[in-house]
């Protein structure tokens, strides 16, 4: 429980807001003289009381008042990360009609809350399981003597472990989110620690794509039970917030990168660290309850035809395969053009990722605020084409221009994080959008597959010789995604998820 106090002197009309049940980070009703409680908002327990002193002898007819505050965030794990910003925003109340820089554009319950920290940190270690074999592939390739496009190619073969995605998120649709999420995050951190005995690439590849798929099911449900539960005017905001939990677990990835550097094996060390995350994972999991919306397909009446399905399944499935094209060969290569191309080695590829990366975290943030506030569609092309021009140009440079533009083009790219990402969860009926999301991330490896073995090859001495030439023929995909975007794509910003999809609208 959290009190403070603050005292002030006001004029009556001053004292008359005061007395007036607010209506930003939550809604007050009153509870008595001067004293106020939440009627809806964050936390699990909050008053607070106004004491009026009064000072005949003040001439200028004000008063002293003091307000008090008692009050706990419904937020585990993540609430520490709030209170100074919570403080303060309850101390200055803010002007009507305004919201806070760093609060979703809705009001959120409790049990909302609640849901929404738990997935986040269920999100920080699915960031962790799919990013460490991106960052550990050139040391693996290094210890067992293999080249450039035998890491092109194990990493493109990785990626048919999405048919489990899809067998785990059909389960999910027929039998419920909460299952699933639990199997999803126990089985990954186990198929990710069979990844360090591995005795030869293609053994990883194998153990991965497993794990990948799994990994890859788990992260896709997490941003479904998000949509499902979040008000309409605040997904795109909470997928970035997801997102940037999954960084924060990618991160720790690069963190440890540099125990690479100890001895030819040692890249094994960061395989076995997701044995720790089984507690945790069990923990979250658990007290994550059954989505309401999909508790109410269950119990309600059957939902009407889906005539939308086939048209936004190959909308979402093109562009995402463009894109995935372009995003997945920039990503994971990277490490491989810093150590081959750039001769870093481990300790100063962490260091470069860490420094580029930052600008990242604000980029998602800001725009997921400003995909629910002004729209999906201007900020995900924004960050479609500057992140592909600013990618190109960081593959193609060395020196400070090199750090420049990879930081340029990770904070323009980060738009279409929240912008795109939610669109999955959005344009899928309740029944289908576990398998739809599936389908979609189908086509989107199929890209990302064709990307790799296409940049491996072009980026070959025997054609272009440099990744900088081969991503600027790739550069291409993005513009088609782009221009998808722009003629094609629907605008969801503040619709409710039966509004979207006419097929859960009619069980209403």
Not at 87 to 111: E, H
Not at 136 to 143: H, L, V
């Amino acid at each position: 429980m959290t009190r403070h106090r603050s005292e002030r002197r006001v004029t009556p009309a001053e004292l008359d807001r005061l007395r007036t049940p607010r209506d930003d980070l939550l809604r007050e009703r009153g509870d008595g003289t001067d004293r106020f409680v939440q009627a809806n908002g964050p936390f699990e327990h909050y008053t607070r009381t106004l004491t009026v002193i009064d000072d005949d002898s003040a001439e200028d007819g004000r008063l002293t008042v003091r307000e008090q505050f008692d009050w706990k965030l419904a937020i585990p794990v993540w609430g520490f990360l709030f209170v100074r910003p919570v403080r303060k925003a309850l101390t200055n109340r803010p002007t009507l009609g305004t919201t806070l820089a760093w609060a979703p554009p809705d009001q959120l319950d409790p049990s909302t809350v609640r849901v929404f920290s738990l997935l986040a940190v269920l999100a920080v270690f699915d960031g962790y399981l799919g990013s460490i074999l991106s960052q550990t592939m050139t040391f693996a390739a290094t210890e067992f003597d293999n080249s450039t496009r035998d890491q092109s190619t194990v990493l493109a073969a990785v990626r048919a472990g999405v048919v489990i995605s899809i067998v785990l998120l059909t389960v999910a649709d027929r039998h419920g989110r909460r299952l699933v999420l639990l199997v999803t995050g126990l089985l990954a951190c186990a198929l990710t620690v069979l990844g360090g005995l591995a005795p030869n690439l293609w053994l990883l590849g194998v153990s991965q794509g497993a794990a990948r798929g799994v990994t890859t099911a788990l992260g896709i449900l997490i941003l479904v039970v998000m949509a499902e539960a979040l008000p309409a005017g605040s997904r795109a905001y909470g997928t970035s917030l997801l997102a940037l939990a999954a960084a924060l677990g990618g991160g720790m990835a690069i963190w440890l990168l540099p125990l690479a550097d100890l001895d030819v094996a040692a890249w094994r060390i960061l395989y076995f660290v997701p044995l720790l995350f089984l507690v945790p994972i069990w923990w979250a999991a658990r007290q994550v309850p059954e989505s309401r919306r999909f508790t109410d397909l269950e119990e309600g009446p059957p939902a009407g035809p889906d005539t939308t399905l086939g048209r936004r399944l190959l909308l979402l499935g093109i562009t995402s395969f463009f894109l995935a094209f372009f995003a997945a060969p920039a990503s994971q290569l990277r490490n491989d053009y810093l150590k081959n191309e750039r001769g870093m080695d481990g300790s100063s590829i962490a260091l470069f990722s860490l420094v580029t990366y930052a600008p990242w975290g604000l980029g998602v943030f800001l725009a997921g605020r400003m995909a629910d506030l002004r729209g999906r569609r201007p900020v995900a092309i924004v960050g479609v084409l500057g992140g592909a021009v600013f990618t190109v140009l960081g593959y193609s440079t060395a020196g400070v221009l090199l750090w420049v533009f990879s930081m340029t083009g990770n904070f323009l790219g980060a738009a279409t994080v929240p912008s795109l990402g939610v669109y999955g969860p959005e344009l899928f009926a309740t029944r289908r959008r576990g398998q739809a999301n599936a389908a979609v991330n189908f086509i989107a490896v199929a890209g990302s597959t064709l990307g790799l073995l296409a940049i491996g090859a072009l980026a070959d001495e025997q054609q272009l010789g440099s990744y900088g030439q081969a991503f600027a023929v790739a550069a291409i995909a993005a513009v088609i995604a782009a221009t998808l975007i722009a003629l094609r794509y629907p605008e969801t910003a503040r619709k409710e998820l039966e509004e979207l999809n006419p097929s859960d609208a009619a069980r209403r």
